[in-house]
């Protein structure tokens, strides 16, 4: 199940791509799955609409990553992503859900799905120096706080907060860098990422998209 890319995506894409991200509401793309949604805040939780909105083809990209709760949650949505038009997927044991890694869970498997083969791969925050324990990082932060620490870690101010926060930016920038083969190794990765933060082309970068964001209200 998905949508070809129409003309407001490419818009968007245009749009931002010298922005080097884009986002696309699926709401926006799809009256039925705004209609569901009512529904699903009424009800109070999860729903196979939360699955089925991260699936969607709603840009040509050719890799997919896809978070999961567990590795049953995983084996179930395998197939179907192998149905769909991506020519390779990563789908991931993130946190809550998400594509992010936790560093303070002893080892994360991630499945490397194609279209005939399925591979596990597991990963250990520790065997890169980079594990940490759950009790540095703040339960139910503020908006006002996560934005004060993404700030900070792209102006390289680490503090005793952030710096648990920035080894999982590391981790997870790392982990992406190798499984798209962008780095050939996990150790490899987190050197690039930390030079690329270090600097400070991050920082100019997300300045550069408020000072449009900005302009375009």
């Known amino acids: 199940m998905y949508w ?3 003309k407001a995506v490419s818009a968007v894409r245009e749009k931002d791509v010298e922005r080097g991200v884009v986002f696309s509401d699926t709401y926006q793309r799809s009256e039925a799955l705004d209609r569901l949604y009512r529904i699903r805040d009424e009800i109070g939780i999860r729903t196979f609409i939360n699955t089925v909105e991260k699936l969607l083809h709603l840009i040509e990209t050719d890799i997919l990553f896809f978070g999961v709760f567990h590795k049953k949650a995983a084996e179930t949505i395998i197939p179907l992503i192998q149905s769909l038009p991506y020519e390779e997927a990563f789908v991931v044991q993130g946190i809550e859900g998400s594509e992010d890694v936790p560093v303070f869970r002893n080892s994360t ?11 596990t791969l ?23 706080e996560q934005a004060g620490w993404i700030n900070n870690i792209l102006q390289n101010n680490i503090d005793d907060v952030t710096e648990p926060l920035y080894a999982q930016v590391l981790f997870n920038a790392a982990l992406r860098l190798y499984l798209v083969k962008q780095a050939s ?27 449009q ?3 375009e209200r």
């Open 4 to 6: 070809e890319p129409c």
């Open 109 to 119: 498997f991630v499945y490397h799905v194609q279209k005939d083969s399925v591979e």
């Open 122 to 144: 597991t990963f250990r925050p520790a065997d890169y120096g980079l594990n940490r324990s759950k009790e540095l990082f703040p339960e139910y932060p503020s908006v006002h």
């Open 185 to 211: 190794s996990i150790e490899e990765g987190i050197e690039t990422a930390e030079t690329i933060l270090k600097s400070g082309g991050p920082w100019k970068r997300a300045e550069r998209w408020r000072t």
């Open 213 to 215: 964001e900005e302009r």
